[in-house]
Structure formats: structure tokens, C-alpha cells
């Protein structure tokens, strides 16, 4: 795969994402968040097991240690990020989820002395800035819901910042199975800690877990930790901001949001901070491993 066609699969993912929003809004009709969590972690263990199914007799302590910090990680952001979206606007929840691309090179930095390029640093602050115009209402309050998401941001960016240390060095397969069955343990334990675990879901709300777990987890963690092989994790989490693009197009589509000049500026800065932060050739030819499969 070459850093274009990686470049293509973390949008790709985007719009998966993106369909997300909407659709944890309609789970949450009638499940409770924990519930969301513990189902969707469920399937997606059950489908990463597929692919990594040869590899679980000879599971590295490397790649259980790597897949568990990717997973908490997970937990955290998914936790965090769906309790919040009970006290904020889900526009709110999109954008407060996003400043991930601002933590990212920090934590690239701080961890990893990685030095902030010019265009990621200018493609940092276009992104957060076309997400917030794309997203925030005119009053800026940060209540109870934008707190518990602000702090889901930093559980994602963890997440990148993780997948892009661990993908050049570990089987994928293996990495995203440990990371679903982490997120999946904390989420049923959560679930069991919070009292939630009486079920009354509607066929709306089931079918909306399914793609949550099958497409929007499953699949799309699957293509990320391909992708991230060949994408430096500040690029890639200016790229997966765009999710706030598609979550508006898709709030749209299904929720019946009206179109505004606000909506539209946002998505042509995110995709100009994209563009931008993709200009710079990667500092280091990505890592090949034959551990893979």
C-alpha cells in the first residue's frame, strides 16, 4: 500500500464515522451508554477474531500489552465521548471530539520528541478551527456533556498516537483483536458498575449497535490500523478529523439538519487543513513488517 492509497482509507473511514454520529443518537433511544458500548465491543472482538484467528495461539506479550494500551484508549474516548452526548448537542459532541488533532502532535512530542512541522501545525489549527465553525452554536458554554467529551478527545488521540507506535511493529490482526477485547472487558464491566444491564431496545436501536459494531468498529479500526502503517499520526489525525464533515452530511440526511454558510465554510477548511497537512513528504520512509498475516 503507498502513503495515497493509506491517505484514501483514513477518508474512507471518515465517512464512516461520520454516519456514527446520527446513529448513536438513535441507539441511545432506548439503550443506555454502557449497553452501546459492551454490544458493539462484543461484535467487533467477535469479528476482528476472523481475521486474527491463526494468530491467537502465538499471541506475542509485546502484542497484548500494545493491543491492551490501544484499547483503554478506546474505552475512554467511546465512554466518554457517548456519556456526553446525553448533556451536549451532538454537533458539540462532534467538534469537542475533534480537538484530538490538536493533542495528537503534542503527544507525539512530549512522548516522543517528534518535532511539529510548519504545515501540520497550520493544518492543526485550520482543522480545529473548520470543525468548531462546522459545529459550535453561538454561545461557547462548556457544560457537563462538553467536558466529559473534551476529555473523550484525549482518549482518541492516545488511540492514533498509539496505532501509528505500534502498527510498523506488531501484526495488525492481533493488535485490533486485544484492542476490542480490552474495550469490550472494561465496557462489560462498566455496564455492570453502572447498574446498566436491563435491556429495552427497540429493532431501531439494535440495528443501529450493528452497524455500529460491524461497520463503524470493526471495519473501520480494521482499515485505520492498516492505514496508519504509512500516514505519521499528526497527518492522520488532522485526515479523521474530517468525521465532523461527514457527521454534519449525515445529520443531514437522516436527521433533517438545515444547511447553513456556517456548515459549508466549515467542511472547505477542513479539507483545505487536510490538503495542507499532507503537503510535507513524510520524515521517514514506514517501517515494513513481515509479521504480518
Known amino acids: 500500500m503507498n502513503r495515497y492509497l493509506a491517505i484514501f482509507g483514513l477518508v474512507f473511514v471518515t465517512i464512516i464515522w461520520g454516519c456514527g454520529f446520527p446513529i448513536s443518537d438513535m441507539a441511545l433511544e432506548s439503550l443506555l451508554p454502557f ?29 497484548i500489552k500494545s493491543g491492551f494500551f490501544m484499547g483503554c ?15 451536549t448537542t451532538a454537533s458539540k459532541n462532534a467538534f469537542l471530539t ?24 497550520i493544518g492543526a489549527a485550520l482543522a480545529i478551527f473548520g470543525v468548531g465553525l462546522l459545529s459550535l452554536k453561538s454561545d461557547f458554554t462548556v457544560g457537563l456533556g462538553d467536558g466529559l467529551t473534551l476529555l473523550c478527545a484525549v ?19 492481533a493488535l485490533n483483536l486485544v484492542q476490542m477485547a480490552t474495550a469490550f472487558l472494561l465496557s462489560l464491566v462498566s455496564m455492570f458498575m453502572f447498574g446498566q444491564t436491563h435491556f429495552q431496545a427497540t429493532s ?19 482499515i485505520q490500523t492498516t ?14 478529523s474530517m468525521e465532523s464533515v461527514f457527521g454534519t452530511l449525515f445529520s443531514i440526511w437522516l436527521l433533517g439538519e ?9 467542511c472547505i477548511i477542513i479539507l483545505a487543513a487536510v490538503l495542507i497537512a499532507n503537503m510535507a513528504a513524510p520524515a521517514e520512509a514506514p517501517v515494513e513488517t513481515s509479521a504480518e498475516g
Open 227 to 240: 492505514c496508519q502503517k504509512y500516514v505519521e499520526e499528526t497527518k492522520a489525525a488532522i485526515i479523521l
Open 98 to 121: 475533534a480537538t484530538n488533532v490538536v493533542i495528537v502532535p503534542f503527544i507525539a512530542f512530549v512522548i516522543s520528541k517528534k518535532r511539529i512541522q510548519i504545515t501540520e501545525g
Open 258 to 266: 438545515k444547511v447553513t454558510i456556517r456548515m459549508v465554510a466549515g
Open 35 to 63: 449497553q452501546i458500548m459492551a454490544v458493539r465491543f462484543f461484535l467487533a472482538t467477535v469479528f476482528m477474531g476472523l481475521p486474527a484467528a491463526k494468530q491467537i495461539k502465538d499471541l506475542k506479550r509485546e502484542e
Open 155 to 173: 482518549g482518541f488521540a492516545f488511540q492514533i498516537f498509539f496505532t501509528s507506535q505500534f502498527v510498523g511493529k506488531y501484526r495488525a490482526a
Open 204 to 222: 431501531k436501536s439494535w440495528l443501529s449497535v450493528l452497524y455500529l459494531g460491524l461497520i463503524s468498529t470493526s471495519l473501520s479500526y480494521m
Open 73 to 87: 484508549a478506546l474505552f475512554l474516548g467511546f465512554g466518554l465521548q457517548v456519556v456526553g452526548l446525553q448533556y
